[in-house]
Structures are given as C-alpha cells and as structure tokens.
C-alpha cells in the first residue's frame, strides 16, 4: 500500500544491510519512521512492545526474527541449542497471535530438513521472505474474494449511494505485510469504484483505530469517520451500518474467533440487528488443533498502564505526550483479546473463499487440514 504516495511493505529484510527493517507503529500516525533491527532481541522487543503488530505482521517479523536467529546461532558451539532458544524467546512475545508460532515453527522444520549449517541460514532466508510474499498475497485474495460481499450491498443501494463498512481495531495492511485482512474488500471495493465508507473504531486502550486504520486509509483516499468504541451499536440500530468486518488473531478450526477486545460486543450488536458480521483471516490464522475458542484461547493480558495512560499528540509542544487518566490508586485490568462465538459470524473470508463460521465450513475450504480426523 502507499504512504504518501510511495508503496511500502510493514517489514522487509534489507538485501545490502542484511537488517530486518520495519514502519514503526508505535510513531504513527504522527510521525513515519523506519526502525532497523539487527538482532533477535530487537525482533523479540519490537513483536512486545507493539512496535509491530497484527497477526500477518508478528507472524511475517518473526519468521525474519528466525532468519536472523540462524546467523547468530551459526557463531555459536551449539547451534540447535542457541537456534531453539531463540525461538522460544520469540513465541513469548504474544501469546494469542497463532501467526506468530506458525511461522517460527514453519522457520524451524524448513531448517530441519536440510543438514549443513550454511544450509540452514539460507533456507530461513528464503523462508522467511516466503512468509511474507505469502502474507500479501493471501491477503489480496482476500480482498477479491470479501470484494463480492459489497458488491451485492452496493447493488441494493441508490447510485452513488455509499456502503457502510464498520470495522474494529487494526485489520489493514499495517497488521499484514500488505492488503490487510478486513480492510482488503474495502480497498478492493474502493479500486473498483464502489463507493464506501467506513466507521472506524477508535479501539481503546492503545486507538488502533483511530491512530492506524484511519491514518491508512486516508492514504488510500478511503472516505471514513473515526467514532468512539461503543457507538457501533447505536449505529446498527439506525441502519447506519451495511456490513462489518473484522479481523482476528487466532481463529479455531470451528470457527470461534479471538481477535482485540471489544469485537465480541460488535458481534453481538450486529447479530441483534441482522447486520452481516464477517471475519476476514488468511490461513496462517487458524489453530488447527483448537477447538473451543472460548474456553481454550490465551488471552493476553497487558500492563495497566495502557489503561491508566493515554498518549496524544500535543500541537502547542509539537510531540506526542502522555497523560494520566485513572486516579493514581484506583487499579486497572487490560485484557487484550475476547473470543466471538462462531454462531454469531456470518462467514470467514479466507484466501481460498468465504466459507460458514463453521468445522463443516471451513473444512470445506482447507479438506487437507482434516484428513483423517473424525
């Protein structure tokens, strides 16, 4: 996607330097910086710290965390013990994003199969750019596949008539390596000239929406309006809203769906008012060995600070500043994620199709995934 105009990518591997660089998401949408990082432990803190996330972009900035994890470990006496250590490092990053584990685990069984250790550096090279080539592709087909959704709502609509697409948290390309998930039938939407808009959500405790999903599509050109949390609801109830779409970080192999706190709530506001509430999520999403989302997802659980703080920019100091919210003694709680029953899911929008929040439906789609199982 653009950024003033010039396509970027959220993270890369730099040919000449050999340094993993990425859009620092932290600075936006205030400032557009790129952060180098050189080590498996700058991976390790930028996957933590939030300098990236997103389920496409952990997972596509671990895989290159295991590249590098392969140089390092090559220097070292024993390279299985020092390659294995930071990969454990890695995958306690976030524990709810699957994406995450997928591709370090992808990282380690490619290295596996070949035997010298020169061998091993230059396949998690090539690995991880597979992942993430792979990230944006999945994710333009998405696109594709949701554009049809707003082609059928915009067919009911009066010409020039808008469809309203109210989306929640981060789903765009800064979560993926391009494209984006949710936002991918939107862009694609917005390309073929339907006209659209789109409600987003501020996202609270860290405004991910109101911070990433509305400064990307206003580079894109996107009519949208940013709109506090707990709106959604009233809005469905005034017919306001046409579609919503959503994003995820784990998805169960029946269709249960752990994506950033609040979504449960859309969900339920949006099944209460007939509003067609679809997740978009390429494969690397699903858990294909859990079956309970509600009972069996990590849920992370971040520090309170992210609650009792609110950073903003300040326009007489010209910087972003941070300031208190909560009284100093009263505690907080951050529960990152929430879990949405596939009953209340219209449909998964994956790379392969849409396919019923469903073990039916989405075996539809990905058979190979439940060959033999009963």
Not at 239 to 256: E, M, N, P, S
Not at 332 to 357: H, K, M, Q, W
Request: charge should be negative; glycine fraction near 8%; include cysteine.
């Amino acid at each position: 996607m653009r950024v003033n105009g010039t396509p970027h990518r959220t993270v890369w591997l730099d040919d000449e330097s050999g340094v993993v660089k990425i859009i620092d998401q932290r600075k936006l949408p205030f400032a557009f910086e790129i952060e180098e990082l050189r080590s498996v432990d700058d991976l390790a803190t930028a996957i933590r710290d939030m300098h990236v996330r997103g389920a496409g972009c952990i997972g596509a900035t671990a895989g290159f965390g295991m590249a590098l994890a392969a140089r390092e470990a090559a220097v070292q006496v024993d390279f299985p013990t020092a390659l294995q250590a930071s990969a454990e490092l890695l995958t306690a990053t976030r524990p709810t994003a699957v994406n995450l584990r997928w591709a370090v685990d992808r990282q380690l069984e490619a290295m596996a199969a070949v035997d010298s250790i020169d061998e091993k550096v230059e396949v998690a090279t090539r690995v991880a750019r597979d992942i993430a080539d792979e990230d944006a592709q999945w994710c333009r087909r998405i696109g594709e596949h949701g554009l049809t959704l707003v082609r059928e709502i915009a067919a009911g609509k009066a010409e020039g008539e808008a469809v309203n697409i109210l989306t929640h948290c981060n789903a765009g390309w800064l979560a993926f390596v391009d494209y984006g998930s949710a936002t991918a039938p939107i862009y694609a939407a917005h390309a073929d000239g339907i006209p659209v808009h789109v409600w987003v959500d501020e996202t609270r405790p860290r405004n991910q929406g109101a911070r990433l999903t509305a400064w990307e599509l206003g580079q894109e050109g996107v009519p949208h309006t940013v709109i506090a949390d707990n709106v959604g609801g009233h809005l469905m109830q005034r017919g306001l809203v046409d579609l919503v779409i959503t994003g995820t970080d784990r998805t169960t192999f029946t269709g249960d769906v752990a994506n950033k706190i609040g979504t449960y709530l859309k969900a339920l506001a949006a099944h209460d008012n007939g509003v067609p509430f679809y997740v978009a999520l390429p494969s690397s999403t699903f858990d294909w060995e859990m079956e309970d989302g509600v009972r069996e997802i990590p849920i992370e659980q971040r520090g309170g600070e992210e609650v009792s703080h609110l950073a903003g920019y300040e326009e007489t100091a010209g910087a972003e500043v941070e300031v208190r919210l909560t009284p100093e003694s009263s505690p907080t709680a951050n529960y990152a994620f929430d879990v949405t029953p596939a009953r209340l899911i219209s449909g998964l929008i994956t790379e392969r199709g849409i396919c019923r929040a469903s073990r039916e439906g989405v075996s539809e789609l990905f058979p190979e995934r439940f060959q033999g199982t009963p």
